[in-house]
């Protein structure tokens, strides 16, 4: 069984900075990309960000230049540095990962449970 567990969202000020951790576990043979997605309420859940094993990086155009992925391998771990946010960058924030569960596995996407963050103005 694979778990991945989001931690670090909140209430926050606008132009305020939050950093989402998300930590894989469980049975994990080898994690190809990482991502972020969001869902605000009432729309459709769209990617934020995502990061390959080999630390390419992709973004919404909304965030570029404000939010930062990175990972720490060593851990199955994701990170996302949210700077300068605003109110529209409220949603829940989930965290997903491209990951085989034993060697002989197909890669599966698996899910976070979703962390909420909170933009006041």
């Known amino acids: 069984q694979v778990q991945l567990v989001e931690s670090g969202g909140g209430l926050v000020q606008a132009g305020g900075s939050l950093r989402l951790s998300c930590a894989a576990s469980?049975?994990?043979?080898?994690?190809?990309?990482m991502g972020w997605y969001r869902q605000a309420p009432g729309k459709q859940r769209e990617l934020v960000a995502a990061?390959?094993?080999?630390?390419?990086?992709n973004y919404a155009d909304s965030v570029k230049g404000r939010f930062t992925i990175s990972r720490d391998n060593a851990n199955n771990t994701v990170y996302l540095q949210m700077n300068s946010l605003k109110p529209e960058d409220t949603a829940v924030y989930y965290c997903?990962?491209?990951?085989?569960?034993?060697?002989?596995?197909?890669?599966?996407?698996?899910w976070g449970q979703g962390t909420q963050v909170t933009v006041s103005s």
């Open positions: 990061i390959t094993s080999g630390d390419s990086t």
């Open positions: 997903n990962a491209d990951l085989q569960a034993y060697y002989y596995s197909d890669y599966d996407r698996y």
């Open positions: 469980g049975s994990i043979f080898s994690i190809n990309a």
